[in-house]
């Protein structure tokens, strides 16, 4: 496998796992390590998988051509796992959480390298790129705490007798990651399965291959049996032979609404246990009460983090109608001067779109959303920075939407890009009413000086991670998840244990048996 980058990867120097080469020619960097792992080992499979382009979304030139998985090294990904399984699940909990605590200290000491990774391959500034890393590092020395919580219940019984209950691993897990946190999904996954005692074959999004593999060979380094944590690249065709192996016990997916529906129905036929965290048209609800300050803030953390690709972004911002001109007034400013730009600039606060099929896509909404009479206030088109290095990357303004309507394309679809759709209200039963009318039910958000109200609504809120004057704050301690068709089970939080384990129980009898025959 061979990885060209341009104007960014002078940044990578001596990234972990990577062999790195300038190529005299271009003077760009050259990797030619496989992304496959399995075994405790990277595997390269061109010569019986073909080759597949990715590209870099900052210039647009081609990344990496990566080697999709087909069934013979799906087969031994799983065949790797399940021996690492056997010898993980009996170890004690002690011991996975030292290994576990291992690997976040060897994440923090490679932070600035990981997150380099992270950028290149998925197009979002340094300065988020860092903050994902953080999220992958605290969410695995979490759930290292609970590693050693694993217990069961003793049950006393008439006659002496008692029953007990014992909380064992499920065996092989499978993760399928999303493109916009790589990294991240990669370790929300993992962690909280082989704390539980289970082994795990990760599949990231064919679109950000890279950063996955480093995972894992840090999970190595740090001392994890080989084959319990792997990477087998692909796209439908591997995600259908993982979600239909009789051997995986548990499939985790993150991604969009539609492609989570077939993953259960695959795991069904096995009556395989889902966790799936997927798409959000969440809603945002600015009260007139509220700090305007603070509220603003708020919407542009809730629309334009990760260039707007985030599932549980507050794209549907409902502003009453005593402060709407206030509000898009100070939006409109502040979104008109964010930093676009190469996503390794410490300045930069917007980077490129994960790819060019997906930028065109958002570009359309906007056109869309022109043609049902929304406004535009700012934004809504192609971007070009003046760096000619990344005069081809997927670059776009961020755009502010008004005179919207519930009807709306823009209001009732996920667009995952950086789009602000506000409407405007006027009582508070009328945007509860609004807010809930959604087949999803991810996230949502309420700006209120009010304590009684924001906790009013936010009972009376369809969606399953709520936020009450901040948004977008995703702390690896509390569950995230959805309501409705954003999802089945949470990610993080102590529940997760639950959902990557299962319940034995077991009666003891002290006495004689008492028969009726």
Not at 56 to 82: D, I, Y
Not at 338 to 344: F, M
Not at 431 to 451: E, Q, S, Y
Not at 488 to 505: A, C, F, M, P
Request: glycine share 8%.
């Amino acid at each position: 496998m061979r990885l060209l980058s341009s104007a960014l990867t002078p940044y990578l120097h001596n990234c972990i796992g990577f062999t790195l080469k300038r190529a005299a020619s271009s003077g760009t960097m050259q990797i030619n390590d496989p992304l496959n792992f399995w075994g405790g080992r990277r595997v390269d499979t061109r010569d019986v998988t073909g080759l597949e382009p990715v590209y870099e979304p900052a210039t647009g030139r081609l990344l990496c051509q990566l080697q999709p998985c087909r069934a013979a090294q799906v087969e031994e990904a799983v065949s790797s796992a399940q021996s690492a399984f056997t010898q993980w699940s009996k170890m004690a909990g002690m011991d996975r959480a030292r290994i576990l605590l291992q690997s976040a200290r060897l994440i923090e000491k490679r932070k600035e390298e990981i997150a380099e990774v992270e950028v290149v391959n998925n197009g979002k500034s340094i300065t988020e790129a860092r903050m994902d890393v953080d999220s992958a590092r605290l969410c695995i020395e979490y759930f290292a705490g609970l590693a050693t919580t694993m217990a069961g219940q003793h049950v006393q019984l008439p006659g002496g007798s008692f029953a007990y209950t014992r909380r064992e691993p499920l065996g092989v897990c499978v993760g399928i990651g999303a493109w916009n946190y790589p990294f991240q999904i990669a370790a929300w996954k993992s962690a909280p399965a082989l704390a539980c005692g289970n082994s795990m074959v990760f599949k990231p999004s064919p679109v950000t291959p890279v950063s996955a593999v480093l995972l894992a060979e840090i999970y190595k380094q740090a001392g994890v049996p080989d084959g319990l944590f792997n990477v087998v690249q692909g796209a439908q065709e591997t995600g259908t032979l993982l979600c239909q192996h009789p051997s995986v016990a548990k499939v985790s997916f993150t991604g969009s609404v539609a492609t989570g529906k077939k993953i259960m129905e695959m795991a069904s036929q096995g009556v395989k246990p889902v966790t799936l965290e997927l798409g959000g048209k969440s809603p945002l609800i600015i009260f007139e009460d509220c700090d305007l300050e603070n509220a603003i803030r708020g919407a542009l953390m809730a629309n334009f983090l990760s260039q707007g690709q985030v599932c549980s972004n507050g794209t549907r911002v409902f502003v009453h109608k005593s402060i709407l001109p206030q509000f898009l007034k100070e939006v409109v400013r502040r979104t008109k001067a964010i930093r676009i730009g190469d996503p390794l600039l410490e300045d930069t606060r917007m980077g490129a779109l994960v790819s060019k099929p997906h930028l065109h896509k958002v570009l359309g909404y906007v056109e869309q959303a022109k043609k049902e009479g929304a406004r535009v206030l700012c934004g809504g088109e192609l971007f070009t920075p003046a760096d000619p290095k990344l005069k081809d990357g997927y670059y776009m303004t961020p755009c502010v939407l008004d005179n919207c309507t519930d009807d709306m394309t823009c209001v009732r679809e996920e667009i995952f890009g950086p789009v602000m759709s506000v409407l405007t209200f006027e009582t508070e039963d009328e945007v509860l009413r609004r807010a809930n009318d959604t087949t999803m039910g991810l996230a949502a958000g309420v700006f209120t000086k009010d304590i009684q109200r924001a906790h009013r609504v936010i009972e009376n809120l369809q969606a399953g991670s709520c936020f009450i004057n901040n948004y977008n704050i995703t702390p690896v301690e509390v569950p995230f998840g959805g309501y409705k068709t954003s999802g089945i089970g949470r990610e993080n939080g102590q529940v997760t244990i639950e959902y990557y384990s299962q319940l034995k129980t077991v009666v003891v009898e002290m006495g004689n048996v008492e028969s009726l025959f």
